[in-house]
């Protein structure tokens, strides 16, 4: 079911951040690092910061991935998506550079996953990413950014030319590995369908908030073995 309109209220939660659909599953064993994981960067969503992604952070930590290997991005989320694409790019090229790996793993949130896609799709992106994460991403857009006016945010529009020419075509080009995850709960991205992908592994999740997809422990569990797969 369609939900109501956000509030301006409600657009702050972005702050923190059809296809077959999966359902969310246990916490199962625990896939651990080894010399041959990815590095992974981390791309917090609108008006977040580095700091949103520290649940998250120590539970890769406990699961053997070094600090060296775990980037907490921080960019000016009001700025348009694609010039934080162009930034990501540099950033990409810094970590495979500092870890001296040829690919890494990017986990987003929310409006993270938006530049992340058009650096995959625009900027040569799908040769250094192995594997995409998307945690409740406006993928196909949401109706909490008709309260907000910064360029990111009116680009999250449904409808936005930024948007429309980020799902032309194929929606997951590449070959990288691509995922999201949607809550039936979250109040921010509406409707629920923005998030799913053609051509990704869609995860329905318990029923979470917007930003409890960030610290849930079986998303947690579930994105890991994704990436590391």
């Given at each position: 079911?369609r939900k109501?309109?956000?509030?301006?209220?409600?657009?702050?939660a972005?702050?923190?951040?059809?296809?077959?659909t999966t359902?969310?599953?246990?916490?199962?064993?625990?896939s651990t690092y080894?010399?041959?994981?990815?590095?992974i960067l981390?791309v917090?969503?609108?008006?977040?910061?580095?700091?949103?992604?520290?649940?998250?952070?120590?539970r890769?930590?406990a699961?053997?991935?070094?600090?060296?290997h775990?980037?907490q991005?921080?960019y000016?989320?009001?700025q348009s998506?694609?010039t934080?694409?162009?930034q990501l790019?540099?950033?990409?090229d810094r970590?495979l550079?500092?870890t001296?790996?040829?690919?890494?793993d990017v986990?987003?949130h929310?409006?993270?996953?938006?530049s992340?896609?058009h650096y995959?799709k625009?900027?040569?992106g799908?040769?250094?990413?192995?594997?995409?994460v998307?945690?409740?991403g406006?993928?196909?857009?949401?109706d909490t950014?008709?309260s907000?006016?910064?360029?990111?945010?009116?680009?999250?529009?449904a409808g936005?030319?930024?948007?429309?020419a980020?799902?032309?075509?194929?929606?997951t080009?590449?070959s990288?590995?691509y995922a999201?995850?949607?809550s039936?709960?979250d109040?921010?991205?509406n409707?629920?369908?923005?998030?799913a992908?053609s051509?990704?592994?869609n995860t329905?999740?318990?029923?979470?908030s917007h930003?409890?997809l960030l610290t849930d422990?079986?998303v947690y569990?579930?994105?890991?073995d994704?990436?590391?797969?």
């Open positions: 079911m109501p309109l956000i509030t301006a209220a409600a657009a702050a972005l702050l923190l951040p059809l296809q077959a359902p969310a599953g246990a916490a199962g064993t625990a080894s010399p041959s994981s990815n590095p981390f917090h969503g609108y008006n977040g910061s580095a700091s949103n992604w520290n649940t998250m952070v120590s890769f930590k699961d053997g991935w070094p600090a060296s775990l980037d991005w921080s000016d989320s009001r998506n694609a934080t694409a162009q790019a540099t950033e990409v970590l550079a500092a001296g790996a040829a690919r890494l986990v987003t929310s409006m993270g996953g938006l992340s896609r995959t625009n900027l040569g799908d040769t250094k990413v192995e594997a995409w998307s945690l409740g406006p993928n196909h857009g949401t950014a008709n907000c006016f910064d360029p990111s945010c009116t680009e999250m529009r936005s030319d930024f948007l429309t980020l799902n032309s075509g194929d929606e080009p590449g990288p590995r999201t995850w949607w039936p709960c109040t921010v991205i409707p629920d369908s923005s998030v992908l051509g990704a592994t329905r999740t318990a029923c979470l930003n409890g422990a079986t569990a579930q994105a890991r994704l990436i590391n797969s």
